[in-house]
């Protein structure tokens, strides 16, 4: 079984928002960090990661999504990520690795893109 890593984005309203579907991995996450680097020199600070169609997610891929943490905080934007609770079969792969290694709480987590674009919404807790 071929698996296709893929980062499609867009934009609404203020926020640019990127889908990210496949394995989050030593291979594809410099893939999702390059366009992370993208959409902040195009001068969106406000990002939203939809990562609810990552299905696997290893240390490389959480080092992405710290750094990104990182860069959109030294812009002063916001990063939020779409994690479902229950996601592809089991539930978000994404989200119990960053529990595991206790990143989670660093994070802004939504659980659709819906409630992460709009601004009375709530982060789910850590």
Partial sequence: MVVTFKVTGGEQGEWAVLQVSGELD???SPVLRQRVHDVVAEGHHCLVLDLSEVFFCDSSGVGVLIAARRL??????RLRLVLPARGAADGSHVNRVLGALGVRRLFDVYGDVDAALGDEGEPLSA
Avoid: F, H, K, P
């Fill in 72 to 77: 959109i905080r030294s812009c002063q934007g």
């Fill in 26 to 28: 030593l291979v594809t």
